[in-house]
């Protein structure tokens, strides 16, 4: 006979059944049953109860009624119910009444509520009275069971309950439920049992076992309702888990003043402090707490009048929290000065509480440091970095009409500012005016980036999550808003307009990122540094321990053992800076060409790539290198004894170009004005740059191959870099450069272009005088590089991924192309899981590089492995690159502590299993032998 039902005491046998998994135990009997199950073993004060199993409700689904054996054993349990309390179900003198609580293995709030006071009935009722019980208590009790079950069990809206009672109420001149006397409750009952009879065709039902029987029922079914199927598709939960049903013993918190109920967090779930937060009420029964009708009181304040009752409580919660080594949210009732628990489960929490509490709980001895790591989600961390909005400000903003739209939430964090509807508007606000500027656009194109980096945030109008604005914003951790469709931006009026109220150019508004939300005016906010959080600091200098250890990562010989390092995209000193002091242990990218866009520059390196001889070109490239050199020793030294990977020129020239229509316009107007002056140099800057033009430059003449038709770019790069670094040297800055040359295909172009660069730098450090440790080496990025890598590590010292290109050219995408056409649809119908620029795609593009890292590394053994790409900071690829064998991993700046955990829990799913002594079975080694 199946066994559907298991009695309070008996948390062993499902253990057993279970196979000795909590998990298991969990999936049996539901959380709420484990949960009563295992306090009831450790001697916590429960009410008596049993658990109907999850298996019983798979059961009643299929085919439709209980299962065999299911009634009986329900019948059999309450017997024993009884037995221990001394109550009787249905019994008028001595009555014994239920609740009836759903519980699925995860909890799914508000999946049905759960049926207080099961049991009871007129005859019921009539004894209470009969043996001098409170009247009051009484008929309090039955209408609330009315009420329940009329509306839980069946379906009858809250209204035709709820309306009856504020007439009365209303009638009676009382504002609130506690002003009601018995008598009104007495009156109550009456009405209720004539709703439920006009809206059931029903009577209320006066069999207390069909009252059992119809609310376990209930549970059953709530299994399939909307509320539950809608939160399960929303949440992961599979369909066919079941429910638990708990039929529980009553105890009464309404029965005097020496009873109440309450809950409790026994650590502060918003801050992780180590204290007991909690509410209760006394003569409440129920949900009264949370309900919000009552103004509660605060769980110190127990202490003050049942000392007793609340050192037991702490002692109780204490032990909990032991066991269950986590922060518990308890549900408690005290009957008569009598503490029942009524519920445990580890609670809910915010990021900041997430963090404290699990590295407290390692101090304190309660987990392993590894196991604080493994709690704690990338996205915790992430939300820790973030400017945010004052809560209760947030609030008030939103009471006092200030809303203004909603939007995509494309990138975390909370910006106020001033809105300036062009990037240089914006950027030229920010730098000269010293504004806090947000940049709003109908979209971004590649030329507002300046004016985004500027700000303290962006909104668009167009666009989704993967939209230009959104990676952009993402790449550079500024709080971003897109797709936001209700604003009309009239970008000629400089105004914005929203259901009629206007925003003009250079008034304030508040965007919140993390919820997509737009407000007018400003809103308090906060920006936590990442040196104040110390618990935060402490758990990623364990992340890091985790990696640095030994023979955390199985690998072949040579290869890597440790983990992952998190390095650092950064092109300025101050990236560098910020970098490091969020723990990165290299810069994976400093790209030279933002260097070449600096006002003072530009024009030099127009002159650059307009000079017909390479002698002209030198001669610009003389004037660029006293900057150039600036550059990387500021880099340098802000990465002192750090490794630094610098990147060659890599963007087609044109780039660096004044636009060629707005040239074209121009000198149209020009001609046709009759305007002479300049006139003929703007005709042949603007036949230069047509000459330059290619129908797809990013596959056109960039990279190696522009290094390869103009090498004087690069010989002075290198040249800038080496002297540098030998400056830094003797300086007493350790420096270890890493020249980095871009867009690869075959190892032939290295052949060409990298001894050039070699000699230059044997020069340099000959000319200065000075030793250091340089590595020349290449991105790959594309396909024939990462195939070809045998022949490719001959010259190339490390690779690094720029997955960004190499997922564009694998793919055949353009990005920018793909993110704003079809790569939505593309998701939207399931041909892309995930959009593969966001998060790497281990089948195509992480084969490839897998690849390239096996065969670069038979080529030489000691290669080293990065990526630079923006998936550099996407924990699912920074998995990846753990398994493939990558050294490091590089990212934004404001990813590298997501990265350091990221590459913790990496570290820690893979981590080799001990090998154990064979245990194979006699038999199969025979078997093996023939
Ligand atoms: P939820 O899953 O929504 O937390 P519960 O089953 O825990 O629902 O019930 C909600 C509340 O009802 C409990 O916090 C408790 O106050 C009250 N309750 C449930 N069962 C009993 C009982 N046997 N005796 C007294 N109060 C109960
Ligand atoms: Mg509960
Ligand atoms: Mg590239």
């Given amino acids: ?80 119910i009884e037995r221990k309390t001394g109550k009787k179900f249905g019994d008028p003198s001595r009555p014994l009444l239920v609740s009836c609580r759903s519980g699925a293995k995860f909890s799914m709030p508000g999946m049905m509520n759960t049926i207080l006071n099961i049991g009871l009935t007129d005859a019921v009722v009539d004894g209470i009275l009969r043996n001098s019980g409170s009247a009051r208590f009484a008929w309090d009790a039955y209408r609330r069971l009315i009420e329940m079950f009329g509306t839980v069990v069946m379906d009858v809206a809250d209204e035709a309950f709820e309306r009856p009672l504020e007439e009365l109420k209303h009638r009676k001149g009382y504002k609130v439920d506690i002003e009601m006397k018995a008598e009104d409750w007495e009156q109550i009952v009456g009405v209720y049992k004539k709703v439920y009879k006009n809206e059931t065709s029903q009577e209320f039902p006066q069999d207390p076992y069909k009252q059992l029987e119809l609310a376990t029922q209930a549970v059953f079914r709530s299994w399939n309702g909307k509320r539950a199927v809608d939160y399960r598709r929303a949440t992961g939960i599979s369909d066919d888990l079941g429910t638990a049903v708990n039929i529980c013993t009553m105890v009464f918190g309404n029965m005097d003043q020496n009873s109440g109920t309450g809950v409790a967090f026994t650590r502060d779930p918003s801050t992780g402090e180590r204290k007991m937060l909690g509410d209760y009420l006394l003569d409440a029964q129920g949900e009264d707490v949370v309900a919000g009708i009552r103004n509660t009181d605060s769980i110190e304040n127990l202490g003050k009048f049942m000392p007793v009752v609340y050192r037991q409580f702490m002692g109780i919660t204490e032990k909990l929290e032991k066991h269950y080594r986590d922060m518990q949210d308890v549900e408690f009732t005290i009957e008569r000065g009598k503490l029942w628990m009524l519920q445990t489960r580890n609670g809910k929490r915010t990021a900041k509480a997430a963090v404290k509490i699990a590295v407290d709980m390692a101090k304190e001895g309660l987990i392993t440091r590894e196991q604080a790591i493994s709690r704690i989600t990338p996205e915790n961390v992430d939300a820790l970095l973030h400017p945010q909005f004052d809560d209760v400000a947030m609030t008030k903003a939103e009471k006092e009409g200030k809303f203004l739209a909603k939007g995509v939430n494309a990138s975390p964090g909370a910006a106020v500012g001033q809105i300036y509807f062009d ?35 962006v909104l668009t109008s ?19 808003v897109v797709g936001a469709s209700a604003i009309k931006i009239d970008l000629e009026r400089r105004i914005m307009e929203v259901n009629g109220s206007s925003v003009r150019e250079g008034e304030w508004i508040s965007v919140n990122g993390t919820t997509g939300k737009v407000f007018v005016g400003k809103i308090p906010m906060s920006t936590p540094s990442l040196e104040e959080q110390t618990e935060l600091m402490t758990l990623l200098k364990w992340a890091d321990e985790i990696c640095a250890r030994k023979d955390i990562r199985s690998a072949p010989k040579g290869w890597p053992r440790r983990g992952l390092q998190v390095w650092a995209n950064a092109d300025y000193p101050k990236d560098a800076r910020r970098a490091r002091s969020y723990g990165a242990v290299g810069i994976g990218l400093c790209r030279t060409e933002h260097m070449f866009f600096e006002p003072e520059r530009l024009p030099i390196v127009q002159r650059m790539i307009l000079s017909k001889t390479s002698e002209g070109r030198t001669e610009a490239l003389n004037e660029l290198l006293p900057y150039q050199r600036k550059d990387f020793d500021g880099l340098f030294e802000a990465m002192d004894g750090y490794p630094v990977i610098i990147r060659l020129i890599d963007p087609p020239l044109h780039e660096f170009m004044p636009d060629e229509e707005k040239l074209f316009e121009d000198v149209v107007t020009m001609r046709v004005r009759g305007e ?69 295909g075959t190892a032939k172009e290295l052949e060409w272009i990298q001894p050039r660069l070699v000699r230059i730098a044997k020069t340099v450090t000959e000319e200065k005088q000075v030793k250091f440790h ?14 070809t890598a045998t022949e490719v590590a001959v010259l190339a010292e490390f690779f690094s991924f720029g997955t960004n290109d190499l997922t564009q050219m694998t793919y055949g995408y353009s990005r920018d192309d793909a993110e704003r056409n079809f790569l939505i649809t593309y998701q939207e119908q399931g041909i892309l899981e995930k959009n593969p620029f966001q998060s790497l795609d281990r089948a195509g593009v992480g084969k490839l590089m897998e690849w390239a890292i096996t065969n670069g590394r038979a080529t030489r053994p000691d290669l080293e492995v990065g990526i630079c790409g ?13 398994m493939i064998g990558n050294n490091y991993v590089s990212c934004s700046p404001f990813r590298v502590p997501v990265a350091r955990l990221a590459a913790a829990h990496a570290a820690l799913k893979h981590r080799p299993v001990p090998r154990k002594k064979s245990a194979r079975p006699k038999a199969a080694k025979g078997k093996r032998k023939k």
């Fill in 1 to 80: 006979m199946t066994k559907w039902v298991y009695l309070f005491n008996e948390v062993e046998r499902v253990e057993k059944i279970a196979g000795g998994s909590w998990d298991g135990v969990k999936a049996i009997v539901g959380g709420k049953g484990a949960g009563l199950l295992d306090m009831t073993r450790a001697g916590v004060p429960v009410p008596p109860f049993f658990t109907v199993t999850t298996q019983a409700c798979n059961a009643y689904q299929k085919a439709g009624k209980f299962p065999k054996g299911l009634w009986d054993q329900e019948l059999n349990a309450l017997k024993q």
């Fill in 462 to 480: 167009e666009g989704g999550a993967t939209s230009h604005a959104a990676v952009v914003a993402r790449q550079f951790g500024i709080p971003c």
């Fill in 774 to 787: 340089y590595k020349f080496g290449t991105m790959i990025e594309i396909p024939r590089a990462a195939v």
């Fill in 676 to 744: 002479t002056v300049g006139l003929a140099e703007k005709e042949s800057l603007l036949g230069a740059i047509k000459s330059m033009h290619e129908s797809n430059p990013m596959m056109g003449l960039r990279g190696v191959r522009l290094s390869i038709s103009m090498p004087e770019i690069v010989e002075m790069q290198v040249r800038a870099i080496f002297e540098a670094a030998a400056d830094c040297t003797k300086r007493g800055i350790v420096v270890k450069p890493e020249v980095m040359i871009p867009l690869t």
């Fill in 870 to 882: 923006e998936h550099g900071g996407d924990p699912d690829s920074i998995e990846w690159c753990h």
């Fill in 423 to 457: 990037a240089d508007t914006a950027e030229k606000m920010a730098k000269e005016s010293k504004q806090a500027t947000i940049m709003v656009r109908p979209f971004t194109k590649p030329d507002d980036v300046h004016g985004m980096i500027a700000s303290q945030g």
